[in-house]
C-alpha cells in the first residue's frame, strides 16, 4: 500500500470542525463455518461534524471491533463506512485512535512522542515545533518533555497521548476507553480536562466507554449498543450547554433522565450478555463435536 | 576494559552490594584454601576439593604468568578470536533476525534450516569447520562466530516478533511509512532483546573459543607462538599436558575474568543504549 499517498491525500481537511462519519449497514464476521463469529450486525450511525457522539455499551460486546473498522485496521464483511462521502479503508491521518492502554512509544521521550506524526511526514518543521511547544503547555507537560512514558504517571500519559494525536490535526479523533484503569481521582480530572480541551478544539470525535457518568458529562450524542453481535440499540441527544461541570451534571433533571432510561437499556442489554454467554459456550461445544466427527 | 572496570567498581565502593560482594568472593576464597589444604590442616583429604590447588598458590602463579608475555598472548589471542566471531555474530546475525521477524515469507524459508542448525553444539562443528575453512585461525573465529550466532538471531526474532501491534496501528495512522516505522518503531523496540541476546551470546563465545583451542591444538598461531601462543584454550591444555596444576587454575581464572568483563562492557553499553529501561 502507498503510504506516502495515503498521508497526502488525508492531509486536506475539509472543514475546521473535521469530517463526518458515517456507518452504513456494517457488519463484521470473524472466522468461517462452524466458527463463524459474528461481531457486528447490521449497524449503522453517524458521527456528526464537530460533535462529540459517546458509545457506550456491555463489555466485550464489539465495541473494539467498531473502533478497528472505523480506523480503517479492519474492513468491514458487509456495509460501507464512508468519511465526508469517501469510504474508508485504510489507516489514515484523517482518523487517529488513542489506545485504551497507553502506545506511547517507550523509547522516545514526550516531546518525541508528540513530534512522531510531524516527523512521520517530514514535517519537522519550526512552526510544527511551536505548535508541539503549545500543545505540550496546554497538556501541563512543559516540565516532562524529555520524560519517557514510563517515568510519567497514568494520567500524564494518556494527557501526552492526547497531545500527540492532536498535533496530526485529525479531522476526526477516535477515543477507545482512553480513561479505563486510570484511579477515580485521576479519571475525573482527565475528564474535566478533556472536556475543556474538546470546547476548546471542537473536532468530530468519537468516544468509547463503559462509564455511563462519563458519557453524560461529554456526550453531544450517546450511542447504546446492544450485546454482541452488536449495534445501535438507541440514539439519546444530550442537550446540555457547554461548558459543562461535573457538579451541574449530578445535580441537573435532563442529565439524572438520561442516566436512569440509559441505565435500563444498558441493564437489559447486560442481562442479554449472561443468556447469551452460555448459549455462545453451548454453540462452540456443538460447533466442535461437528467437526471431530467429520475426522 | 581494565579501566571501565576499575572505574565501575570505584563508583560502588562503600555500597552495600560492593561490600556483600567483597565477602562473597572472600568466603569463597577461604573455603577453598582450607578445603585445598585439608591434608595438611586436618589430616583428611576431604574429596575433589583437594585436588585442587589452593588459591595462593594459584595467585603465586598468576603473578609469574603476568610477567610472562606469552601468557598475555594467548588471552590476546583469545580476546581477538571472542572478538571476530562476536562481531562477525552480530553483523549478520541482527540483519538476519530483524528480517526473519519481518517478513513471514522469508520467515517460512528460513526458520526450518535455522531450526535445524540451532541445537547442533557448536562443537560438533569443530571438525567439519577444520576441513572447510583453509586455516586453523578461520577455522576457530567460525566455531566461536556460531556460538553467540544462533542465540542473537532467536533474540532477535523473539524481540521483533512481541511488539505490540497497537505501536505499529498509531505509527501508521500517524503517516510513517514501512522504512520509518522500520527505523522508528522495530529497531529501537527491539534492541533490549539485541542487548540481551549480545550479552548472553559473548558468554557462549567465551565457552566456545576455549573448547575450539583445545581441540584443534591453539590454531596456527600455536606453532608460530610456541607452546602458550595458542589462546588460553590452548595455554590450559598445554598445562594439563605438563602437568602444571596451578597453570590450569589461573588460566580457567583468567577466563572467567574474561567472560565478565565482556559481558560487563556489553551491559554497559546496552544500558547507553537504552536509556528508557533504567529511567524510573
Not at chain 2, 571438525?127 to 586455516?135: E, G, K, L, V
Request: overall charge neutral.
Amino acid at each position: 500500500m502507498n503510504i506516502q499517498q495515503m498521508a497526502q491525500s488525508s492531509q486536506v481537511i475539509s472543514s475546521p470542525l473535521g469530517s463526518q462519519i458515517s456507518v452504513t449497514n456494517v457488519s463484521k464476521i470473524y472466522g468461517a463455518g462452524d466458527f463463524a463469529k459474528e461481531v457486528v450486525r447490521d449497524c449503522s450511525f453517524t458521527l456528526d461534524r464537530g460533535k462529540l457522539t459517546v458509545m457506550i455499551g456491555p463489555s466485550g460486546c464489539g465495541k473494539s471491533t467498531l473502533i478497528r473498522m472505523l480506523a480503517g485496521f479492519e474492513r468491514p464483511s458487509s456495509g460501507a463506512i464512508t468519511l465526508d462521502g469517501k469510504a474508508v479503508s485504510r489507516p489514515g491521518l484523517d482518523r487517529l485512535v488513542v489506545f485504551q492502554e497507553s502506545a506511547l512509544f517507550p523509547w522516545m521521550s514526550t516531546y518525541d512522542n508528540i513530534m512522531f506524526g510531524p516527523r512521520a511526514r517530514g514535517e519537522d518543521t519550526p512552526e510544527m515545533r511551536a505548535y508541539a511547544e503549545e500543545l505540550l503547555h496546554k497538556v501541563g507537560l512543559d516540565g516532562f518533555r524529555k520524560k519517557y512514558p514510563a517515568q510519567l504517571s497514568g494520567g500524564m500519559q494518556r494527557r501526552a497521548e492526547l497531545a500527540r494525536s492532536m498535533i496530526n490535526k485529525p479531522a476526526v479523533m477516535i477515543l477507545d476507553e482512553p480513561f479505563r484503569g486510570l484511579d477515580a481521582m485521576t479519571k475525573k480530572l482527565m475528564q474535566e480536562y478533556y472536556s475543556n480541551l474538546y470546547e476548546e478544539f471542537r473536532r468530530t470525535t468519537f468516544f468509547v466507554t463503559t462509564d455511563i457518568d462519563e458519557a453524560i458529562y461529554l456526550a453531544d450524542r450517546i450511542l447504546i449498543m446492544t450485546n454482541i453481535p452488536t449495534q445501535v440499540r438507541a440514539v439519546i441527544n444530550v442537550d446540555l450547554p457547554r461548558p459543562r461541570h461535573v457538579e451541574d451534571i449530578t445535580e441537573n433533571d435532563d442529565a439524572n433522565a438520561i442516566k436512569m432510561r440509559a441505565l435500563s437499556l444498558l441493564h437489559e442489554e447486560a442481562m442479554k450478555s449472561f443468556a447469551r454467554g452460555s448459549k455462545a459456550a453451548a454453540d462452540f461445544v456443538d460447533a466442535y463435536a461437528k467437526r471431530i466427527n467429520k475426522e | 576494559m581494565a579501566k571501565a572496570f576499575v572505574l565501575r567498581a570505584m563508583s560502588t565502593v562503600g555500597g552495600d552490594d560492593f561490600w556483600r560482594g567483597i565477602a562473597s568472593i572472600a568466603v569463597f576464597l577461604i573455603f577453598w584454601e582450607v578445603g585445598s589444604r585439608s591434608q595438611a590442616l586436618f589430616g583428611i583429604a576431604f574429596p575433589w576439593i583437594s585436588q585442587i590447588p589452593a588459591p595462593s598458590a594459584v595467585l603465586q602463579e598468576l603473578v609469574v604468568l603476568v610477567q610472562d608475555p606469552s601468557f598475555w598472548m594467548s588471552a590476546l589471542l583469545s580476546t581477538l578470536r571472542v572478538f571476530e566471531g562476536f562481531l562477525a555474530a552480530m553483523v549478520v546475525g541482527i540483519p538476519l533476525g530483524l528480517a526473519m521477524a519481518v517478513s513471514r515469507t522469508f520467515y517460512g524459508i528460513t526458520f526450518p534450516v535455522f531450526e535445524v542448525l540451532r541445537p547442533i553444539p557448536p562443537l560438533a562443528w569443530v571438525p567439519a569447520s577444520i576441513i572447510f575453512w583453509p586455516t586453523q585461525e578461520l577455522s576457530i573465529a567460525f566455531v566461536t562466530f556460531l556460538g553467540a550466532f544462533f542465540t542473537i538471531v532467536i533474540n532477535v526474532i523473539g524481540g521483533a516478533q512481541a511488539i505490540d501491534v497497537r505501536y505499529f496501528q498509531a505509527a501508521r495512522s500517524m503517516g510513517s511509512s514501512t522504512w520509518d516505522i522500520f527505523c522508528r518503531i522495530i529497531l529501537p523496540a527491539t534492541l533490549p532483546s539485541i542487548v540481551v541476546g549480545a550479552t548472553v551470546g559473548v558468554g557462549i563465545t567465551w565457552a566456545v573459543v576455549v573448547a575450539a583451542e583445545m581441540i584443534s591444538g591453539g590454531g596456527s598461531a600455536g606453532s608460530v607462538g610456541g607452546a602458550a601462543g595458542g589462546g588460553l584454550g590452548f595455554f590450559i591444555w598445554n598445562s594439563y599436558v605438563g602437568g602444571s596444576y596451578t597453570q590450569i587454575v589461573a588460566g580457567m581464572i583468567s577466563i572467567g575474568i574474561a567472560g565478565y568483563l565482556s559481558s560487563a562492557v556489553l551491559r554497559k553499553i546496552g544500558k547507553w543504549l537504552t536509556p528508557w529501561l533504567s529511567q524510573y
